[in-house]
DNA sequence: TCTATATTTCGATAACAATAGAAATGTGGA
DNA sequence: TCCACATTTCTATTGTTATCGAAATATAGA
């Protein structure tokens, strides 16, 4: 359920706006302004994330606004990465590890975001 | 792409198949024995993860056998990831150490692998 | 209360994905 | 070569999902 909700290319590009933009969340309408959907269709796909729990949302003011369930995002990688190791436990370590290091390692050292790809591609 | 293939029940449960498995994979006509899956259908879904670059297959005899692709594997969850941490490292930290930490922590305490969840959940 | 703005629901349409039987193709061994 | 078996392609059918305009609903502020 929450990779059928991600695998959906303008699902997709809403959710790593929302992990992006971090816990604080963004507003409908600003999603929408970013991403160019139409509301009808944005609130569709804010559903199906939200049904698969990859993302919440909480009212202020007359916004609505939309944030990326962390929690979430881990347990679909540990449910990616599950029994992995099994009979050859170095080959799985080497794996995570390295998306590890290249998501995480040295968070700090530049202020600008390096952009390891480009945004949309149909490879994810 | 690979989310989509990812995004299926039959194609989640034969990658898994093939994740426990490891390198040396599996043959078609085991992975539709053990999935309960006919031929033709089997055939559509390995055919949509090879064309994610999920898995790959090699000619053995008379059979051909397919296996997961650790580093595409790798590469997904990079891409999840990506840019998690910006505004909030260390919060983006702790999601994917636990990710790993549940994976890959002491991976030989013991001979049986011990099923964290049972295997067909529609939540992922 | 009235108005402006934000967001969702409704409904119809179009596009795509999954299924599996039957036929075709490929491969190895006798 | 011929047979048995493994796997794929073909084909038709069915079901599911995406899209977005228009209408409905919610909220804040005047």
């Known amino acids: 359920m929450a990779l059928a909700?991600?695998?959906?290319?303008?699902?997709?590009?809403?959710?790593?706006?929302?992990?992006?933009?971090?816990?604080?969340?963004?507003?409908?309408?600003?999603?929408g302004k970013a991403l160019k959907v139409p509301g009808a269709t944005l609130s569709f796909h804010l559903k199906e994330l939200a049904r698969a729990s990859l993302i919440s949302s909480r009212q202020e003011k007359q916004f609505i606004y939309y944030a990326a369930?962390?929690?979430?995002?881990?347990?679909?990688?540990?449910?990616?990465?599950?029994?992995?190791?099994?009979?050859?436990?170095?080959?799985c370590l080497t794996v995570v590890e390295t998306a590890l290091g290249k998501c995480?390692?040295?968070?700090?050292?530049?202020?600008?975001?390096?952009?390891?790809?480009?945004?949309?591609?149909?490879?994810?």
């Open 5 to 31: 909700a991600l695998a959906q290319e303008t699902r997709l590009s809403v959710y790593r706006l929302l992990v992006e933009a971090g816990p604080e969340g963004v507003s409908v309408g600003r999603i």
């Open 69 to 91: 369930d962390f929690e979430r995002m881990a347990d679909l990688m540990i449910f990616l990465t599950q029994n992995c190791c099994q009979g050859m436990p170095e080959k």
């Open 104 to 124: 995480c390692s040295a968070p700090a050292k530049s202020r600008k975001p390096k952009r390891i790809r480009s945004r949309s591609q149909k490879r994810f």
